[in-house]
């Protein structure tokens, strides 16, 4: 049984959602201040958080990042009535690993928690394959990526983002694909998640050393892994450039 802990001090969609999460079989808890949550998460852990960011009594960008800490391998899906397009970001660097815009149908979330507690639960089930791109070793049975030996600290979304992408080195994977493949393949939400992670993702492999690839972007259509062992040094400060359409 999945457990989940909702931070939200509005009283009518906590009460909600603990009831109707409740009744699809997860264990739910709910917590009305930021203090309470982190509290409980670091008593009982969670598979997945549902974050509200603002809270009362602390700023909901630092619980995430607290979240983060105390739960690496959650889920972390914020909740905002912002509708301004920083915010969500700041919300997605913060950690999380999606987000959904009050109001929203009871309905959406569920499927959203489905798609992500799927995900989560597939990751888990070790592969034993692995992929070198350049100095880049991509481990799938330890789920961790390496340059030199020494780890990237990825997320799990951007293991998996870059785990995908390396699957096929120097081809350009669609949007929708990535969106399939690395959340889920009834995934409907928005693809700012998949923006922001990619961006996490580059400046990761571009502090990682040397010798290690880039992601480029084909503007309207999705990302590639490219290598170019000419490179060298520093290669991973060109991942922001364009292919050319």
Same mark, same amino acid.
């Given at each position: 049984?999945?457990?989940?802990?909702?931070?939200?001090?509005?009283?009518?969609?906590?009460?909600?959602?603990?009831?109707?999460?409740?009744?699809?079989?997860?264990?739910?808890?709910?917590?009305?201040?930021?203090?309470?949550?982190?509290?409980?998460?670091?008593?009982?852990?969670?598979?997945?958080?549902?974050?509200?960011?603002?809270?009362?009594?602390?700023?909901?960008?630092?619980?995430?990042?607290?979240?983060?800490?105390?739960?690496?391998?959650? #889920?972390?899906?914020? *909740?905002? /009535? %912002?509708?301004?397009?920083?915010?969500?970001?700041? =919300? @997605? &660097?913060? !950690?999380?690993?999606?987000?959904?815009?009050?109001?929203?149908?009871?309905?959406?979330?569920?499927?959203?928690?489905?798609?992500?507690?799927?995900?989560?639960?597939?990751?888990?089930?070790?592969?034993?394959?692995?992929?070198?791109?350049?100095?880049?070793?991509?481990?799938?049975?330890?789920?961790?990526?390496?340059?030199?030996? #020494?780890?990237?600290? *990825?997320? /799990? %979304?951007?293991?998996?983002?870059?785990?995908?992408? =390396? @699957? &096929?080195? !120097?081809?350009?994977?669609?949007?929708?694909?990535?969106?399939?493949?690395?959340?889920?393949?009834?995934?409907?939400?928005?693809?700012?998640?998949?923006?922001?992670?990619?961006?996490?993702?580059?400046?990761?492999?571009?502090?990682?050393?040397?010798?290690?690839?880039?992601?480029?972007?084909?503007?309207?259509?999705?990302?590639?892994?490219?290598?170019?062992?000419? /490179?060298?040094?520093?290669?991973?400060?060109?991942?922001?450039?364009?292919?050319?359409?």
């Amino acid at each position: 049984m999945s457990r989940i802990i909702i931070i939200e001090d509005d009283s009518t969609i906590g009460s909600t959602l603990l009831s109707a999460l409740g009744a699809n079989g997860y264990d739910v808890r709910w917590e009305p201040t930021g203090a309470e949550g982190l509290a409980l998460a670091k008593e009982t852990g969670a598979d997945l958080v549902l974050l509200d960011l603002g809270l009362p009594d602390l700023d909901g960008f630092v619980v995430c990042r607290e979240l983060r800490t105390l739960l690496p391998e959650a #889920v972390i899906v914020v *909740l905002t /009535a %912002r509708q301004e397009s920083m915010d969500v970001v700041s =919300g @997605l &660097e913060s !950690g999380a690993d999606d987000y959904l815009t009050k109001p929203f149908r009871i309905v959406e979330l569920q499927a959203r928690l489905r798609a992500h507690l799927r995900r989560a639960h597939t990751a888990e089930s070790p592969a034993s394959a692995s992929l070198t791109v350049g100095s880049l070793l991509v481990d799938s049975g330890s789920r961790r990526a390496t340059v030199g030996g #020494v780890e990237i600290p *990825l997320r /799990a %979304r951007e293991f998996d983002l870059l785990q995908r992408l =390396g @699957l &096929e080195p !120097g081809r350009v994977v669609g949007r929708e694909t990535l969106m399939a493949e690395v959340w889920d393949a009834n995934w409907f939400g928005s693809t700012k998640t998949l923006d922001v992670h990619i961006t996490s993702l580059r400046r990761k492999l571009a502090a990682a050393g040397e010798d290690v690839p880039v992601i480029r972007t084909l503007r309207g259509h999705g990302y590639s892994l490219e290598y170019s062992p000419a /490179a060298g040094s520093g290669a991973g400060g060109r991942g922001n450039d364009d292919l050319p359409v």
